[in-house]
Nanobody, 120 residues
């Protein structure tokens, strides 16, 4: 059974950085494109970024482009999201997923996520 466990969230001041991790198990991680989504309070879940199975090609939402970096370690079955220059509007619960498109409705379920709060 595929499992994804997000971690690394926390409280950070505007302009700060965080690195999120997503530990994968129960499937062949290196065969799948992977993605990060987020859901802010009172808002719809939205796609943030994704990358191909080899970690070569990356894609970002305009809101995070130039500030966030997605990467993966296939030897350790782990996905990362390095978040720099954080803004209050980045406050959200962040989720990782096996990529099935940028539309959250394409996904059958989500893990617990990790809370990121950007506030002074």
């Amino acid at each position: 059974q595929a499992q994804l466990l997000e971690s690394g969230g926390g409280l950070v001041q505007p302009g700060g950085s965080l690195r999120l991790s997503c530990a994968a198990s129960g499937f062949t991680f290196s065969s799948y494109a992977m993605a990060w989504f987020r859901q802010a309070p009172g808002k719809e879940r939205e796609w943030v970024s994704h990358l191909d199975s080899g970690g070569i090609t990356t894609y970002y939402a305009d809101a995070v482009k130039g500030r966030f970096t997605i990467s993966r370690d296939n030897a350790k079955n782990t996905l990362f999201l390095q978040m720099n220059k954080l803004k209050p509007e980045d406050t959200a619960v962040y989720y990782c997923a096996r990529f099935q498109g940028r539309t959250p409705g394409n996904y059958g379920g989500w893990g617990q996520g990790t809370q990121v709060t950007v506030s002074s």
